[in-house]
Nanobody, 117 residues
Framework: QVQLVESGGGLVQPGGSLRLSCAASGSIFSIYAMGWYRQAPGKQRELVAAITSGGSTNYADSVKGRFTISRDNAKNTVYLQMNSLKPEDTAVYYC???????????WGQGTQVTVSS
């Protein structure tokens, strides 16, 4: 079993930055990929960024060049550095972990990111 604890969300002005953190605990060695998803009111949940156990990354076109996903293996933590934030980035952001022990992914509780002046 994997537990995900998120932090770093909040209110920021357009053009500002935030860094989201997702700390994983439990069966961490079974994780082969982690990512960040977001869901705005009335919209589908979408993949923002993902990173595999091998370090390969993937980003939504809308955030390429602005967001960076990274990991700290010693702390079992994945980060999402968000720069040049836009109002359309406003959403609840969810941490996700794909594990080898189950076909069902694990999810964090979600953290609100609001970009507004």
């Amino acid at each position: 079993q994997v537990q995900l604890v998120e932090s770093g969300g909040g209110l920021v002005q357009p053009g500002g930055s935030l860094r989201l953190s997702c700390a994983a605990s439990g069966s961490i060695f079974s994780i082969y990929a982690m990512g960040w998803y977001r869901q705005a009111p009335g919209k589908q949940r979408e993949l923002v960024a993902a990173i595999t156990s091998g370090g390969s990354t993937n980003y939504a076109d809308s955030v390429k060049g602005r967001f960076t996903i990274s990991r700290d293996n010693a702390k079992n933590t994945v980060y999402l550095q968000m720069n040049s934030l836009k109002p359309e980035d406003t959403a609840v952001y969810y941490c996700n972990a794909a594990v080898a022990t189950t076909p069902d992914d694990y999810w964090g509780q979600g953290t609100q990111v609001t970009v507004s002046s």
